[in-house]
């Protein structure tokens, strides 16, 4: 199996047989392998840094009825919040005095955030802050809106195509939302301008080694700047109630396999592997990762923007314990900076 990963390195690609086959026979060696040569990449590249971004969870509302997300429109359970503008400002307020240069503006699909007053906000950020970027992560927008909130000054977007097989997803959405829908927005943000990111749950029920196949493969092609992958974790108030959570040391062969696929990739150690296992987002950054997206949400609020059970939100998790979390990777040989972390330019 460790002819599969050089071929990797070195040709940034494998066939769909090759992905499949690699996910479906790797033992301990190759898992062992793909993480070093992953962290060597990680190392020529970004050397030993890790950039944070401080996530603002700005809305729990939601218009989608995504069958595995705890904040779906038909959960009647879950407590609904959204942040207004200045309550938003405020948090970037904190994490700039905390020695964050990226700010992620994360929600549901929340229509009350319209154009115009997510152009403001960006707009104020840039005002108050003009070192640093902005992430918006708010889902499917018309390439128009994707326009002007790229033309206030929106750095970057997040939309996680989520699979990229039609019969998988279908299977985790509702008949309303498309995968085509989803890929016509990330080429309509790519478009745009912004520093686009991907990516994929690990262990959505009903995945397989094939999906996973076509997920790298669809990732290869579209060369986002970003990649969000995290395990699915389940959530009580879903359909998906009973289903097992992701396997943690698939998720992060998948993190090593996309480091060397996408070499300068922005590949960060996501919240769900930090709730999957204690240690979960340091075990991220020694299988490739180098972004960490602490929480920067209102402490009355980060117990409402619940995707899944158990989401972390406290300890190493939050913003305001960034000095844990130096330590952290500290210990581990890597340096928290603080910077825009931008993808490089070629
Ligand atoms: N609404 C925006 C969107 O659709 O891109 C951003 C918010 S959405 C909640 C952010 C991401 O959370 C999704 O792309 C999905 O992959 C992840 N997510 C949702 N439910 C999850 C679960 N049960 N386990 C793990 N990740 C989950």
Redesign the pocket.
Same mark, same amino acid.
């Given at each position: 199996m460790k002819e599969y990963i050089d071929r990797l390195k070195e040709e940034h690609t494998l066939t769909r047989e090759g992905f499949e086959t690699l996910l479906s026979r790797r033992d301990a060696d190759t898992h062992a392998y793909a993480l070093e040569q992953a962290v060597k990449i990680r190392q020529q590249i970004y050397g030993r840094d890790i950039y944070i971004r401080g996530l603002v969870e700005v809305s729990s509302y !939601?218009k989608?009825n !995504?069958y595995? !997300?705890?904040?779906r429109s038909g959960n009647k359970k879950a407590s609904r919040y959204r942040l207004t503008p200045d309550e938003i400002l405020d948090c970037c307020r904190e994490g700039y005095q905390l020695g964050f240069r990226t700010f992620v503006l994360?929600?549901?699909?929340d229509a009350w955030y319209t154009d115009e007053i997510l152009t403001a906000v960006i707009q104020d950020i840039k005002k108050d802050f003009p070192d640093c970027a902005v992430t918006l992560?708010?889902?499917?927008r018309s390439k128009e809106s994707y326009r002007r909130l790229y033309a206030a000054g929106a750095d970057r977007y997040?939309?996680?195509h989520?699979t990229a097989t039609e019969e998988h997803y279908r299977k985790l959405h509702p008949p309303n939302l498309s995968l085509t829908d989803r890929k016509t927005c990330l080429k309509d943000l790519k478009e745009a301008g912004y520093q686009v990111g991907a990516? %994929?749950?690990v262990g959505s029920p009903g995945q397989t080694y094939a999906h996973l196949a076509e997920d790298l493969l669809f990732l290869r092609k579209l060369s986002p700047h970003m990649v969000?992958i995290?395990? %699915?974790?389940?959530?009580q108030d879903?359909p %998906?109630a009973h289903e097992p959570n992701g396997d943690l040391d698939l998720t992060l062969f998948l993190l090593a396999l996309i480091r060397l696929m996408l070499p300068k990739v922005l590949l960060p150690s996501t919240t769900?592997l930090g709730t999957l296992h204690p240690e979960g987002r340091k075990l991220g950054i020694l299988a490739g990762c180098n972004v960490v997206m602490p929480n920067l949400s209102p402490s009355g609020v980060r117990e409402k923007y619940l995707?899944?059970d158990n989401k972390i939100a406290t300890g190493l998790e939050a913003a305001e314990s960034i000095d844990l979390l130096k330590k952290q990777m500290e210990e581990i040989g890597y340096k928290i900076v603080c910077a825009r972390g931008d993808y490089p330019a070629s």
């Amino acid at each position: 199996m460790k002819e599969y990963i050089d071929r990797l390195k070195e040709e940034h690609t494998l066939t769909r047989e090759g992905f499949e086959t690699l996910l479906s026979r790797r033992d301990a060696d190759t898992h062992a392998y793909a993480l070093e040569q992953a962290v060597k990449i990680r190392q020529q590249i970004y050397g030993r840094d890790i950039y944070i971004r401080g996530l603002v969870e700005v809305s729990s509302y !939601c218009k989608n009825n !995504c069958y595995y !997300c705890g904040i779906r429109s038909g959960n009647k359970k879950a407590s609904r919040y959204r942040l207004t503008p200045d309550e938003i400002l405020d948090c970037c307020r904190e994490g700039y005095q905390l020695g964050f240069r990226t700010f992620v503006l994360q929600g549901g699909e929340d229509a009350w955030y319209t154009d115009e007053i997510l152009t403001a906000v960006i707009q104020d950020i840039k005002k108050d802050f003009p070192d640093c970027a902005v992430t918006l992560s708010l889902g499917e927008r018309s390439k128009e809106s994707y326009r002007r909130l790229y033309a206030a000054g929106a750095d970057r977007y997040l939309l996680r195509h989520e699979t990229a097989t039609e019969e998988h997803y279908r299977k985790l959405h509702p008949p309303n939302l498309s995968l085509t829908d989803r890929k016509t927005c990330l080429k309509d943000l790519k478009e745009a301008g912004y520093q686009v990111g991907a990516g %994929f749950m690990v262990g959505s029920p009903g995945q397989t080694y094939a999906h996973l196949a076509e997920d790298l493969l669809f990732l290869r092609k579209l060369s986002p700047h970003m990649v969000g992958i995290g395990p %699915f974790l389940s959530h009580q108030d879903t359909p %998906f109630a009973h289903e097992p959570n992701g396997d943690l040391d698939l998720t992060l062969f998948l993190l090593a396999l996309i480091r060397l696929m996408l070499p300068k990739v922005l590949l960060p150690s996501t919240t769900a592997l930090g709730t999957l296992h204690p240690e979960g987002r340091k075990l991220g950054i020694l299988a490739g990762c180098n972004v960490v997206m602490p929480n920067l949400s209102p402490s009355g609020v980060r117990e409402k923007y619940l995707l899944y059970d158990n989401k972390i939100a406290t300890g190493l998790e939050a913003a305001e314990s960034i000095d844990l979390l130096k330590k952290q990777m500290e210990e581990i040989g890597y340096k928290i900076v603080c910077a825009r972390g931008d993808y490089p330019a070629s």
